[in-house]
């Protein structure tokens, strides 16, 4: 296939495509055999047809069949070439095929056919201009829809789909968030502020601001206390769904790489009141709570400043309110409060290093293992992992710069320890530093500790 045309989609992407598009259009024909009737040509008969409510529950049923069938189709073919590789080997399949590989094929499938259609009525119009029977029009529909969905499966249509939607998930799980930071203060402290308007109108002036006050501060702790269990069980699902999510399915290292975090192993042994991250979580949940509504303030003020008092906003200028503070609440969240909640439930705060710790050396890795095995057999003494900066820095490279006078010319250049082993200099040899004179070795001290005595 390595001369194959790269705009023409493989013959894998045109069986594909048929597939899907006769096995959708197929059902649709057997659920509204009188659909398809061909009289006004293309714009009138496929537009009325499109128009009827019936129409529109078998476009769905016949949509959602396809995930089975595709699931089934690949299974088949996946058994088909087990059976020839043990019949060509004559040993067992070495190579089996999960479960989910086999749906995935009909997600891809459903993903992919909405639009295929859309794609394909162009080609379904070219196709049904010479025809007139409503036979011929469901040639038109498979033929169509089976040539825009070969080219999507050729270009991966629906692995590209899966960016964008990973993409949009990230955004509207930051906002789920959002909404349950919002939700449960108010859901569990609607019943004590029930409680506060009651007392107010019984309890004795005097009393009534401290009455109020203690009223105001049980709300906030019931939604710190709600959002603490939230994370509590929260961690209890995840431990639970670990244990059975298939190993091949979508979702699995994520799952299992939630249950090694500190938050999920500690649940497991901890109850409620007793489970630190928890509270640190919920603490963490409560500070960004406290941020969002500070934001809220912010942006309501440059909007006063922008479309004056706010009984004067308009619809649109309410709405582009609202999308402004939503869109600063979902970026508060997603680059700091997600980030600082990994780190309380992993158990793995980040620290900032300081310029002195930059400034450290790098541990020992004999050292390290020396402590490690010392306190494995009881010594409470400690070897220093970190050498000492003095004892890490590496001398300095001497430059060679010593020039020799021998038999009438200069040799070198050559450094104070070369002068010593290779020129085997004494006081008597002539010697100089680059370009000065010429000098007995003997009459420079720098240089006593490298003569040779002779």
């Given at each position: ?31 509204l055999?009188?659909?398809?009737y ?23 049923f ?26 060509s ?54 033929l ?13 249509f ?5 960016i ?18 919002l ?10 502020l ?6 107010a ?68 042994s901890q ?58 609440w ?11 909640e990994v ?5 793995q ?10 400034n450290?050396?790098?541990p ?40 020799v ?33 010429w ?12 003569l040779?005595?002779?």
């Amino acid at each position: 296939m390595n001369n194959w045309p790269k705009f023409l989609p493989l013959p894998a992407s045109w069986a594909k495509g048929f597939a899907l598009s006769s096995g959708f259009w197929l059902i649709v024909s057997v659920l509204l055999p009188g659909s398809y009737y061909y009289y006004y040509r293309f714009s009138t008969a496929y537009w009325r047809s499109i128009s009827s409510s019936d129409f529109e529950g078998a476009i769905a049923f016949a949509w959602l069949c396809q995930i089975p069938l595709f699931a089934f189709y690949h299974w088949g073919l996946a058994k088909f070439a087990e059976w020839v590789e043990s019949r060509s080997h004559n040993q067992p399949p070495t190579i089996t095929v999960s479960p989910w590989l086999h749906w995935r094929e009909g997600f891809i499938a459903f993903a992919t056919l909405p639009a295929a259609i859309v794609m394909g009525i162009p080609a379904i119009a070219l196709l049904m201009l010479p025809l007139r029977e409503s036979s011929g029009a469901m040639v038109a529909l498979i033929l169509g829809t089976a040539i825009a969905s070969a080219y999507l499966y050729h270009f991966r249509f629906a692995k590209r789909l899966k960016i964008l939607l990973k993409l949009l998930w990230i955004f509207y799980a930051d906002l789920l968030k959002i909404l349950e930071l919002l939700l449960v203060p108010t859901i569990i402290g609607t019943p004590l502020l029930k409680l506060t308007f009651a007392i107010a109108q019984i309890a004795p002036k005097q009393l009534l601001p401290l009455t109020t006050f203690l009223l105001v501060i049980s709300v906030m702790l019931s939604g710190i206390v709600g959002y603490a269990a939230l994370q509590y069980w929260s961690a209890h699902l995840v431990n639970w769904a670990a244990k059975w999510w298939p190993a091949d399915s979508p979702g699995y290292s994520r799952i299992q790489a939630r249950k090694a975090w500190k938050h999920n192993k500690t649940a497991a042994s901890q109850s409620f009141v007793r489970h630190t991250t928890s509270w640190h979580l919920a603490a963490n949940d409560t500070t960004y709570l406290i941020y969002f509504n500070l934001s809220a303030i912010v942006v309501g003020a440059i909007a006063s400043v922008l479309f004056g008092e706010p009984s004067q906003w308009s619809q649109t200028e309410e709405e582009i309110l609202g999308s402004g503070v939503a869109l600063v609440w979902v970026g508060v969240w997603h680059f700091w409060g997600w980030r600082r909640e990994v780190e309380i439930a992993s158990g793995q705060p980040s620290v900032k290093k300081t310029s002195r710790d930059r400034n450290l050396p790098a541990p020992d890795p004999v050292e390290v293992e020396l402590n490690q095995l010392a306190a494995e057999f009881g010594d409470a003494r400690m070897r220093p992992v970190r050498k000492p900066p003095s004892a890490t820095k590496k001398p300095k490279s001497e430059q060679a710069q010593w020039y020799v006078f021998r038999s009438g010319k200069a040799e070198g250049p050559y450094t104070k320890r070369q002068l010593r082993d290779v020129q085997k200099i004494t006081d008597r040899t002539k010697v100089r530093l680059g370009q000065t004179e010429w000098q007995r070795a003997g009459e420079i001290p720098e240089l006593a500790a490298f003569l040779t005595q002779k």
